[in-house]
């Protein structure tokens, strides 16, 4: 994974552990795009039309939580949802992922 950002790598490691069934898809992963505030990573995969659903999340304390989707069994993308202000960002949520300090308690 090390052709992604450090952030997106650290939390899908988090989100996907060895073993995940999702997890062979994360060699060929890439970024399509990202949210200018840092909360969103979506990847490059085949259109889609399909539902989208959550197939790994993590709380992040009481601050929110980190979501990946997949759509039609292909991950889509990346999400922190933020309870709080500011809003946390994907290195935020990576780090508390990893049980390193930081804002998220």
Known sequence: MSHLPPDVTHALDALLPEGHPLRPQLADLRIASRCTCGCTAHFTGPGSTGR????????????????LFAEDGRLAWLEVCSWTDPKLTLDEAARHLRGEPGRVD
């Open 52 to 67: 989208a659903e959550i197939v790994a999340e993590s709380a992040l304390g009481y601050d929110g939580e980190v979501l």
